[in-house]
């Protein structure tokens, strides 16, 4: 059995606490590693290791530490394939749904490589006789994050990049379902030549988290995951005066207009719904045609593409267009559900259900299913499934339809589908969601901009990535000078404009 580790102070390092997740394989359902998970003294040691490291990497230049990322780039490319081949067996996604993973992860440290820019303060020049102001931004000292199974290249990259680019230190606690990958960027970022103890992995469940929020040298938390851990995690992280930024759980809506082109918006309604299973919190699970006529039509094109998926492992050609689901849990709660539509009284279009593959039968592989005919009462409209479930819900109108998006309690991405640009316009102003497509399905902004929902699955103001995360993950210090007299003249007692 494959143990694996922490990476600590440069090394890894194995689990003291005694307990341990199992690591499965999701394709077959056998267990392929165990990882540690850490209890508070093993966070605590790697607290200290990090901020005894931290000073010395906030002082050297930013120029120097950027080099380190950009070597890191170069590593990052140089190991794409064995980088995927690992997140695929862990997380169960096709080999170039992985890279991808890898991709968007690497094109944020792409960005961070312009720290020397994106950290440069402000100055005013004779903000009053004699008088300079200048803001600087200064790194937090040391910071965690905690990650979800769904990306597990990419969201520690968000986090980590831009944390350790702007001098601090980062404590990574990624997903116990998928950690092989994590301790793989942390290898190679020391291999780029980042100091030991500046990126650190410790594994674990909630007993690491809970170690993470309480412990009183971390300044900040980045979260990424379910909407009740957000919640409990932002609330727990400010209780104990840590800046948390927090990102939960999706229903997006993807709309479609009478006038829009119905292959393209089902091309992208298959893409955006079953890809990597459903299991992406930017996946479109509700569809939204507006007008029967328009349901009609988009069924009919929908059903084929749909039963044509081809399900099945990460090691089974480029045609797989999805894999398993990441447990045998996950699987379990989506058939769950799927129940309770069909009990709720949702028209099952296509169903998945009782999906067996050959060899594969202990995977946690599910069919594609499609709902039409639901209503905004029942458990498939309300939850996220976080499955491949696409769930159809009729609107009279545009407005029904806006509307239907703007009272849900998610606000993480959304599109609508049509050729009005007025309609598109009205849309993207009106609608309470964080990142909105325009005949574009899964709208993730790329890294020069800022990622982030609104609504529930949100808790916290600034957002992942861009200019935001140089905001997060730095404090602002405003200096105010006055050389070289002035002083002797005696104290002010008066608090007045400098004129
Ligand atoms: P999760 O909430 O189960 O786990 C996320 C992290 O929290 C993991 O590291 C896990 O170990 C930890 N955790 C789990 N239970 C905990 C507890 N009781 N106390 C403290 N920590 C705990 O989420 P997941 O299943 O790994 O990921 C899927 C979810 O993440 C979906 O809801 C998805 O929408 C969301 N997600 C959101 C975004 C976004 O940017 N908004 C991106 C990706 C995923």
Redesign the pocket.
């Known amino acids: 059995m494959n143990e694996l580790t922490h990476y600590i102070n440069g090394a890894h390092v194995k689990g003291t606490s005694g307990r341990f997740a199992d690591v499965m394989n999701p394709a077959t359902g056998e267990v392929q590693a165990k990882v540690p998970l850490a209890d508070s003294a093993e966070m605590d040691h790697a607290v200290q290791i990090a901020a005894a490291a931290q000073p010395a990497w906030a002082a050297t230049n930013p120029q120097r530490r950027a080099r380190v990322l950009m070597k890191f780039v170069d590593l990052l490319n140089r190991d794409m394939d064995k980088l995927a081949e690992a997140l695929s067996r862990e997380h169960g996604k096709t080999l170039p749904d992985a890279a991808g993973d890898v991709q968007r992860g690497l094109e944020v440290v792409e960005y961070c490589i312009g720290a020397p820019q994106l950290l440069k303060g402000e100055f005013t020049d004779a903000a009053g006789p004699g008088i300079d102001m200048y803001s600087m931004r200064q790194p937090l000292g040391v910071t965690a994050g905690?990650?979800?199974?769904?990306?597990p290249a990419m969201?520690p990259m968000w986090m980590f990049a831009p944390a350790i680019a702007c001098g601090n230190a980062f404590i990574l606690?990624?997903?116990?379902?998928d950690p092989s990958v994590p301790l793989m960027l942390a290898e190679l970022l020391e291999e780029a030549g980042l100091p030991k103890g500046i990126l650190q992995v410790v594994n674990?469940?909630?007993e690491a988290?809970?170690a993470i929020l309480y412990h009183p040298v971390i300044q900040s938390i980045g979260?990424?995951?379910?909407?009740?851990?957000?919640e409990?995690?932002y609330g727990t992280g400010c209780s104990q005066g840590k800046r948390v930024q927090c990102?939960?759980?999706?229903k997006n809506h993807m709309i479609i207009m009478p006038d829009a082109d119905m292959d393209q918006a089902a091309d992208a309604l298959v893409g955006a719904g079953y890809g990597a299973a459903g299991?992406?919190?930017m996946a479109i699970s509700v569809a939204v045609p507006v007008g029967d006529e328009t349901a009609d039509r988009l069924i009919e094109k929908l059903v084929p593409r749909i039963e044509k998926l081809k399900v099945g492992p990460y090691t089974g050609g480029n045609d797989v267009d999805y894999g398993p689901v990441?447990t045998a849990a996950a699987k379990a709660n989506i058939e769950r559900l799927v129940q309770t539509g069909i009990d709720q009284g949702a028209k099952l279009v296509v169903d998945g259900r009782g999906f067996s593959l050959q060899g594969y039968e202990n995977g946690y592989f599910v069919g594609p299913h499609l709902f039409d005919h639901a209503t905004p009462e029942m458990d498939i409209y309300k939850t996220?499934i976080?499955g491949p479930v696409l769930t159809t819900v009729r609107a009279q109108s545009y407005e029904e339809a806006l509307k239907l998006a703007m009272d849900h309690e998610y606000g993480?991405g959304t599109a609508i589908f049509t050729r009005d640009g007025d309609s598109a316009r009205d849309f993207a102003s009106r609608i309470n969601v964080g990142m909105i497509g325009i005949n574009v399905p899964i709208p993730v902004p790329l890294a020069y901009h800022t990622?982030?929902?609104w609504k529930k699955?949100?808790f916290g103001d600034l957002n992942?990535h861009g200019p935001d995360a140089f905001k997060f993950y730095t404090r602002t210090k405003t200096v105010t000078s006055r050389w070289p007299s002035g002083l002797k003249d005696g104290g002010e007692f008066h608090f007045k404009p400098m004129d």
């Open positions: 905690i990650t979800p199974f769904n990306f969201i606690k990624p997903s116990e379902r674990g469940d909630k988290v809970d979260f990424v995951g379910s909407t009740p851990i957000a409990y995690i990102f939960g759980g999706a299991e992406r919190c990441v996220e976080f993480n990622f982030g929902g699955s949100v992942q």
